[in-house]
């Protein structure tokens, strides 16, 4: 059963530390030895959120786990590398021991870098298909196309029912992705996507209120787990409100 919850927010800066504050409490251990699971996301509106959750004093950074929804196949010191972003923004300031930060080896060729994710995620979660990991948190954010993680509308890995992480062939931007696919995503315990920006405005009313062609951000639907939108005023300025 998906629990659903929208907040919106007067900036990009209120949604961002707002985001912060949710990502640090949901990944507060709920027993002693938990560790936690968390997917960060690329793109640049992460890139804020993460400074102000690398100063958020009641993560217990030495429980968690980090993995990442998607990356561009590129080296890890590229400027457009997602790991890149979270290094500069989070990893440097938090202090996450290094045998439990999970990148995507987009240097790597895709096919092989994909399954070499999804072995790294079978050792973590000890799960093997068809049972799919549980991340705790996944953090999403969404392009104006409404593609989310490296799920672009009209592509191949929309299909993917079965593996945890594939590459993706991208027409659109001429590339391959690596992604986790949706029934990883849709495993997770929360789902968060942080939207802001007034380009994003029209997916967000068709992943919201859309009844048919409902983009790929609209289809990531926790079976069983909690979906949030954290949104900008501008990105949320095509909802119509019930009231
Ligand atoms: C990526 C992301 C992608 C991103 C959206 C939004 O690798 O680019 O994973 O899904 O979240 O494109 O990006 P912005 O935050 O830059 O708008």
Same mark, same amino acid.
């Given at each position: 059963?998906?629990? !659903?919850?929208?907040?919106?927010?007067?900036?990009?800066?209120?949604?961002? @530390?707002?985001?912060?504050?949710?990502?640090?409490? #949901?990944?507060?251990?709920?027993?002693?030895? &938990?560790?936690?699971?968390?997917?960060?996301?690329?793109?640049?509106?992460?890139?804020?959120?993460?400074?102000?959750?690398?100063?958020?004093?009641?993560? @217990?950074?030495?429980?968690?786990?980090?993995?990442?929804?998607? %990356?561009?196949?590129?080296?890890? *010191?590229?400027?457009?590398?997602?790991?890149?972003?979270?290094? %500069?923004?989070?990893? *440097?300031?938090?202090?996450?021991?290094? *045998?439990?930060?999970?990148?995507? #080896?987009?240097?790597?060729?895709?096919?092989?870098?994909? !399954?070499?994710?999804?072995?790294?995620?079978?050792?973590?979660?000890?799960?093997?298909?068809?049972?799919?990991?549980?991340?705790?948190?996944?953090?999403?954010?969404?392009?104006? @196309?409404?593609?989310?993680?490296?799920?672009?509308?009209?592509?191949?890995?929309?299909?993917?029912?079965?593996?945890?992480?594939?590459?993706?062939?991208?027409?659109?931007?001429?590339?391959?992705?690596?992604?986790?696919?949706?029934?990883?995503?849709?495993?997770?315990?929360?789902?968060?996507?942080?939207?802001?920006?007034?380009?994003?405005?029209?997916?967000?009313?068709?992943?919201?209120? =859309?009844?048919? @062609?409902?983009?790929?951000?609209?289809?990531?639907?926790?079976?069983? =787990? &909690?979906?949030?939108?954290?949104?900008?005023?501008?990105?949320?300025?095509?909802?119509?409100?019930?009231?």
């Amino acid at each position: 059963m998906m629990d !659903e919850m929208l907040r919106i927010y007067p900036s990009v800066g209120d949604l961002q @530390d707002a985001c912060a504050e949710q990502v640090a409490q #949901a990944l507060k251990p709920t027993t002693e030895s &938990q560790t936690m699971t968390i997917a960060l996301s690329g793109g640049s509106t992460p890139r804020h959120m993460h400074e102000l959750l690398a100063q958020r004093p009641h993560v @217990d950074w030495s429980r968690v786990h980090v993995f990442w929804g998607d %990356e561009r196949t590129v080296p890890p *010191d590229h400027e457009e590398s997602n790991f890149r972003m979270a290094k %500069e923004s989070l990893l *440097d300031r938090a202090s996450i021991p290094e *045998d439990q930060i999970h990148r995507m #080896a987009g240097e790597k060729d895709p096919v092989v870098a994909a !399954e070499e994710y999804e072995k790294k995620i079978q050792a973590v979660f000890n799960v093997r298909p068809p049972e799919m990991p549980r991340f705790d948190v996944v953090i999403l954010g969404m392009g104006a @196309d409404g593609h989310t993680a490296s799920l672009f509308p009209d592509t191949k890995a929309l299909l993917e029912l079965k593996r945890y992480a594939v590459a993706n062939h991208v027409p659109q931007q001429n590339t391959v992705r690596l992604t986790l696919t949706f029934p990883v995503l849709n495993a997770a315990q929360l789902v968060i996507f942080m939207v802001a920006g007034a380009d994003k405005a029209g997916a967000v009313e068709r992943c919201l209120q =859309g009844t048919e @062609d409902v983009p790929p951000a609209g289809q990531v639907q926790p079976t069983d =787990g &909690q979906r949030r939108w954290l949104l900008d005023a501008e990105a949320a300025a095509r909802l119509i409100s019930d009231d």
